[in-house]
């Protein structure tokens, strides 16, 4: 009983850091963006979505693709797309590829 407690009380003080990743050159620090792990896609494998700065990550196959000015309502339809893949090589890289979702160097 005193080891489980003792556990239980390290885990609880134990520092809590944000996760951090690298995209090209560039760390991101995660902290703002809700993320959700996705299984149901053999092209995306996570999408990290921060609504206040309109900021998306896509894992694709491994790397984060970053883009910027994403509405809501367009992070809404990648989450409930039936293809994730299609949605993200048809809305997010070809219509996005004037520029719309550009993020600033």
Known sequence: MV???ALIYQLLA???????IEIGNASV????????DINRSSMVQ???YDAARRTLL????GAYQHYCSVPNETYDALMNAPSMGLFVNRTLRI???DGRYACPA
Do not use: K, N, Y
């Open 3 to 5: 080891r489980a407690v």
């Open 14 to 20: 134990a520092p809590i850091s944000s996760e951090t």
């Open 29 to 36: 620090d995660l902290a703002t963006f809700a993320c959700c």
């Open 46 to 48: 996570r999408v990290c």
């Open 58 to 61: 896509v894992a694709v196959r």
């Open 95 to 97: 219509a996005g590829a």
